[in-house]
């Protein structure tokens, strides 16, 4: 295990000059020995390019990697000792399961008594001790997955086990079970592991912190709840959540705070500083209220959505779609009617230059 | 556009891939295929659209039998989870390739407004290769939406697509939809995206149809114990118990107050109870009954945390809202309100559902 440093950048074309020709801009990371950690972003926002320069398939065009402290930049995948899940499964059909995990430590000429422990432990703790006899080849691609992960997670001896969305050919009632058994491993094994998706619910429920990247950059690092409830950029507040953030434009000068295009009278307490600035609120903190109470404006219902938990709310605040998040038993008016929302309240961030500033 | 499938079975090989099906999606409306992967919904669409003959049944469109009928006689367009466009064609001429064979008139025009409507007007003179996948997908769902076609087939076309670009082009789809006559079908497995959608669902598993009907009526009226598991993210929490005088017993744990509808000659007194992750709560409320557990596990998802517990009576996930901190083996108390709770009988169909909060 190992703690990993980053200060570098990456350029696919040789002599870059604008940012556009940059797949990692400039950054400086430290990932701690023993965290887990998810690297998460659109396609084409530079996280699988960090992740192959972590492993060792890629080299930085300028900068350097340091693994607890040395510059292992020039390293081969193997002499950096990482392991790595795919998003398809790489096992050898040919083989038995257990024959498969216990691969990887055969490689390194484990001692045979410390190999069978190993793919013991692997085994249970991926409820596949009753399969370990069995050929992987008649196995279905949930089950060979699952040996993927297992051979990832074998080797207790690894720098970081890197994952690239490596739950992507699971059905959603198994990735439940699996992202639970990849919890409890790395809470009994302390590996460090490194998880690239696009995924924000599997990022946020599999990591402790999570890096957002966005066009080469990494917008903003922290826990799940840091980025649920104060976004440091309006991309992230776009991004995580399902829907994202509200996000309007908002004005205030000299006391007067114009949300839209209707002036809203600022609740007691809440800062507000001047200038042209952008609203974010949650669609789950978005609540229906009296219109005239601080901090409320006039929508119309565009839609009222049921998603079995609760009801999903699209309404216009002008030219500008707001959603909110309420309960069964909340009554809404039809689309077309009018409601208010509470907008502006403890749960609000506001944006300049879409950064946050309060 | 009236599909009617009418008893349909698909063999390959030795293997039953479908059994016994018959299923008429609403007319003019979406039907949402739910189910895991291998459920048949691929299956079952090839059959839809002609790609496939089934091997017992028939198909019927508007009255009149087409099974076995090629793809090309009918009037069918469909959009695959690959993106699939003509490579040395423009994003404007891969739109317009359906209007041309067809010889229609004001193509332009119509190509402008079918890419308008999908956010790709800007890309008309680029080829798909020069696209991003979301575009892509985006080109191939105005080509088929340019076919005009009565029906209109969908096997999981936002699968390959990032998560933000999912939820965006679902939304403009089910905009797309709701104003078109087109009978719309479409596959998913996740559960979350057949509520959105709405319309109607047909739930299926390892080859069967278990339940068809409005989405909003099947996901709170769920036949049996494999529709509810099926159309549940995170999966319905499920109970072994007995029926009692009074209600539904919970081995060494709460009796629920619930009144059954009379047992079908005496038969067995198991049942099972089923409850939604999003039933189960932290804080009581008056006439909840509780579980007992130890923390397995705490994931926060931002709006929501899934407690994962393991209980007196099993093991179950809770979706709270908001962000909580457990510690991992802490005793933790959860609550539910008797209400909220789905009985199923001993062969796994449903006797009671929760009456739903609102008269829908």
């Known amino acids: ?6 200060d570098l950048a990456h350029a696919y074309k040789a002599k870059p000059q604008s940012e556009e020709d940059y797949a990692l801009l400039p950054l400086k990371l430290s990932f701690e020995d023993g965290g887990a950690y998810a690297l998460l972003g659109p396609s084409g926002c530079g996280k699988t390019t960090m992740l192959n320069i972590i492993s060792g398939l890629l080299t930085p065009s300028q900068g350097a990697v340091f693994f607890d402290g040395v510059d292992k930049t020039a390293a081969t995948p193997q002499e950096r000792n990482i392991a790595q899940v795919f998003q398809f499964p790489v096992i050898y059909d040919t083989m038995t399961v257990g024959e498969n995990l216990a ?44 040996i993927s992960l297992g051979r990832g997670l074998v080797r207790d001896d690894v720098s970081a086990v890197l994952f690239d969305e490596p739950l992507t050919v699971i059905d959603p009632h198994l990735k439940w079970q699996l992202r639970r058994k990849l919890k409890q491993i790395h809470h009994e094994l302390k590996l460090t592991l490194i998880y690239v998706t696009h995924d924000q619910v599997e990022a946020l ?14 917008v903003q690092e922290g826990t799940p709840e840091e980025l649920f409830e104060r976004p440091a950029h309006t991309f992230v507040g776009h991004f995580i959540g399902s829907p994202g953030m509200n996000l309007l434009p908002l004005s205030a000068s000299g006391g007067r705070v114009v949300l839209g295009e209707q002036e809203v009278q600022a609740p007691p307490g809440l800062r507000i500083p001047e200038g042209e600035l952008t609203l974010g609120i949650r669609p789950e903190y978005t609540h229906v209220a009296d219109p005239g109470q601080p901090g409320v404006v006039l929508a119309r219902v565009e839609k009222v959505q049921d998603i079995g938990t609760g009801q999903l709310l699209t309404a216009r605040v002008g030219p500008h779609a707001v959603r909110a998040r309420v309960g069964l038993e909340q009554a809404l008016p039809a689309a077309g009617g009018a409601v208010g929302l509470a907008l502006l309240g403890r749960h609000s961030c506001l944006y300049k230059n879409e950064e946050l500033i309060a | 556009m009236q599909l009617r499938l009418e008893s349909i079975g698909k063999k390959v090989g030795s293997e039953d891939w479908l059994y016994d099906m018959s299923l008429s999606p609403q007319p003019g409306a979406v039907t949402v295929l739910l189910g895991a992967t291998r459920a048949g919904k691929t299956s079952l669409m090839r059959i839809m659209a002609g790609l496939d003959a089934p091997s017992t049944g028939k198909v019927l469109v508007d009255g009149l039998d087409v099974t076995g009928q090629s793809v090309r006689r009918r009037d069918v367009a469909m959009v695959y989870q690959q993106f699939i466009n003509y490579p040395s064609l423009t994003v404007a001429q891969n739109i317009a390739s359906p209007m041309k064979l067809r010889g229609e008139k004001n193509i332009d025009q119509r190509v402008r407004a079918l890419a308008d409507k999908l956010h790709i007007g800007m890309f008309l003179d680029r080829l798909p290769a020069e696209l991003s996948g979301g575009q892509q997908q985006r080109v191939a769902l105005a080509r088929a939406l340019a076919k005009n076609a009565s029906l209109m087939l969908l096997d999981e076309p936002l699968v390959n697509l990032d998560y933000k670009l999912r939820e965006e082009l679902r939304e403009e789809l089910a905009q797309v939809f709701s104003t078109s006559d087109a009978t719309v079908v479409y596959a998913t497995t996740e559960p979350g995206e057949a509520l959105l959608l709405g319309g109607y669902t047909a739930v299926l598993d390892r080859g069967e149809l278990l339940q068809y009907g409005p989405t909003a009526q099947v996901f709170q009226q769920p036949r049996s114990l494999r529709v509810a598991r099926a159309f549940s993210d995170p999966p319905m929490n499920f109970f072994q118990a007995f029926r009692v005088l009074g209600g539904v017993q919970l081995p060494r744990s709460a009796l629920l107050p619930l009144a059954l509808p009379d047992a079908a000659s005496g038969s067995a007194e198991n049942v099972t109870v089923g409850l939604r992750a999003s039933a189960l709560r932290l804080r009581e409320r008056e006439g909840d009954l509780s579980l007992h557990g130890k923390v397995l596990l705490a994931e926060i998802s931002g709006s929501d945390t899934f407690v994962h517990l393991s209980s007196d009576i099993g093991d179950l996930v809770a979706q709270v809202p908001g962000v909580h901190h457990f510690t991992l083996g802490a005793a933790q108390t959860l609550y539910f309100a008797p209400s909220a709770a789905f ?3 001993a062969a796994g169909d449903l006797l009671l ?8």
């Not at chain 1, 990887?104 to 249970?124: F, H, S, T, W, Y």
């Open chain 1, 1 to 6: 295990m190992a703690r990993i440093d980053l």
């Open chain 1, 103 to 146: 691969f990887p430590l055969r490689n390194r000429k484990v001692p045979p008594a410390r190999i069978k422990e190993r793919v013991g432990q692997i085994a249970e703790m991926l409820e596949m001790s009753h399969q370990l006899d069995q050929r992987a080849a008649g196995l279905s691609a949930d089950a060979k997955q699952k």
């Open chain 1, 205 to 218: 429920t599999f990591a402790e912190r999570i890096l957002v990247m966005s066009r080469g950059r990494v």
């Open chain 2, 343 to 345: 009985v199923f009988d």
């Open chain 2, 353 to 360: 559902a929760p009456a739903g909060a609102r008269s829908s």
